[in-house]
């Protein structure tokens, strides 16, 4: 999976088709990403403890890696990943422009 935390990332498919937003939770095992205002659910949540109050909350959900791409911060669109070993390190590179992620 080339998604990490913190990438942003556009959703190539679904009823969120277009947008963008910024990965809280890579999940490699499941191969899904959590993405910020991305696949939100409305969740009825009781009230856990006396005092505090329950209510309706938006929640986002996971979806599949395969559905987002990472977007490059120079050129500014959806790309897929190449890697390229620089300095010894393997680093992610925009497709389109060459660019270091």
Known sequence: MNI????????????DKG???KVMIADPKAM??????????????KAQKQGQEGGIIKVET???ASK???????????TRVAHKIT????VRV?????AEI
Do not use: F, M, R
Request: charged letters at 35%; hydrophobic letters at 25%.
């Open 4 to 15: 990490k935390k913190d990438d942003k990332v556009v959703v190539l498919s679904g009823k």
């Open 19 to 21: 947008k963008q937003g």
């Open 32 to 45: 899904k990403v959590v993405v910020e205002g991305v696949n939100v659910a409305t969740k009825h949540q």
């Open 62 to 64: 996971p979806i599949y």
């Open 68 to 78: 987002v791409q990472l977007v490059c911060p120079k050129c500014g669109k959806g």
């Open 87 to 90: 300095d010894g390190k393997k």
């Open 94 to 98: 925009c497709k389109k422009c060459g």
